[in-house]
């Protein structure tokens, strides 16, 4: 599953954990444990989900939809 993950991300580029659990077909409080630990290990990273101009503060988004994972490109 965390290979899964790591693959989605190197080909997507970035998803927040709703997209990755629909990716995965599992519940994101499933998902949230092993996003943890990827970035512990320090294979992805957070991102902020910032929308041109900025978030409004309006609370209409899911607070994980406002957070964006990335896979950490090793060379």
């Known amino acids: 599953?965390?290979?899964r993950i790591l693959e989605y991300l190197e080909r997507r580029g970035a998803a927040c954990l709703s997209e990755?659990?629909?990716h995965l077909e599992a519940e994101p409080d499933a998902v949230r444990p092993m996003l943890r630990l990827l970035e512990a290990?320090?294979?992805i990273r957070r991102l902020s989900a910032g929308k041109p101009g900025g978030c409004g503060g309006c609370t209409a988004c899911l607070p994980e939809s406002l957070v964006l994972?990335?896979?950490v490109r090793r060379g």
């Open 1 to 3: 599953m965390l290979g």
């Open 20 to 22: 990755i659990a629909a």
């Open 41 to 43: 290990r320090g294979r």
């Open 69 to 71: 994972w990335e896979a």
